[in-house]
């Protein structure tokens, strides 16, 4: 029997789990971890990329009983589009505000996806918009302007 790791959906999903997870909890290990009572800057990368891994883990020994293959093609338009979204949001959070640039990120994303409806995707804004400012404004009290408009 001819083990398909690569065509395997579960794996692939795994595999991407681990090498994130991997990837966080090394590029982590120089900072200092601390005490639980005094957690250092290295406590949460590296407590995140262990559960990934972990996670990944459970996900790839879950591939090799089911050996389900992928199905379908990589869709690279939406691939691209979604990379566009965080690109965008990224650059537009500091000159446009919060508000204005997770509605960008959102509505570029939304046409990424195979049914596109405004009404959906205003209604997603406004509530995923309302959940970022009660947690990062008001709730960690970020130094985010929720309206810059500075071009």
């Known amino acids: 029997m001819k083990l398909k ?33 005094e957690m250092g800057r290295g406590s949460f990368p590296r407590a995140l990329g262990g559960l990934l891994m972990l996670i990944g883990g459970v996900v790839l020994l879950r591939a090799l009983r089911s050996l389900q ?31 204005p640039a997770l509605a960008l990120l959102l509505g570029i994303a939304a046409l990424a996806g195979r049914e596109f409806r405004l009404v959906e995707v205003l209604v997603l804004t406004a509530v995923l918009n309302l959940g970022a400012v009660a947690v990062f404004i008001w709730g960690l009290q970020l130094p985010y302007a929720l309206f810059a408009w500075r071009f």
Not at 8 to 35: E, H, K, M
Not at 72 to 99: N, P, S
């Open 69 to 99: 293959p992928v199905q379908g093609r990589w869709d690279w338009g939406a691939l691209a589009l979604l990379t566009v979204a965080m690109l965008a949001f990224g650059a537009a959070i500091e000159r446009i505000g919060l508000v």
């Open 5 to 37: 790791l690569f065509g395997n959906r579960d794996a692939l999903a795994g595999l991407l789990f681990v090498s994130i997870g991997a990837f966080a909890f090394f590029a982590a290990r120089d900072y200092p971890v601390g005490t639980l009572g």
